[in-house]
């Protein structure tokens, strides 16, 4: 599930028409050729989340955004952005229903040559239905 899971969730990002104006990449993985702003899924990790009846996973994933300049604003909106469009993925997807989206943490730094970074880690359990 957490590889399905990982491609939608991506796929969901990228068919956001502002982050898809916002940002130069949205890669399933790191790093990224792209120039600042990009966003790419950089880890997962999956454990067993199963039920007497139904098999399920939980998945711990982190996001990187990476942004360029001197006003940390702009990448908080960027952030935001990134948290509303996971916080309206549908539930039912292909093979698995979403149960619960938590965000856990977020971790901002700010890099050499006027580059900011933000780590967004989120945890999500899935329950497989077919």
Known sequence: MEIPFRAALMA???????LADMLN???EDGPVAAS???L?????????WSTKTARGREIRLALEL???????????????????RIAT?????????IVVTQFLRSRVERRRRGL???LLEYRFTLIETE
């Open 12 to 18: 969901w990002l990228r068919a956001d028409p502002i």
């Open 25 to 27: 990449s949205i890669e």
């Open 36 to 38: 600042p702003p990009h």
């Open 40 to 48: 790419a899924l950089v880890a997962s990790a999956g454990t067993d």
């Open 66 to 84: 990476a942004g360029r300049g001197d006003d940390p604003a702009q990448t908080a909106v960027l952030a935001q952005r990134v948290e509303q």
């Open 89 to 97: 993925l549908a539930p039912q997807q292909a093979g698995y229903r």
């Open 116 to 118: 900011r970074a933000v």
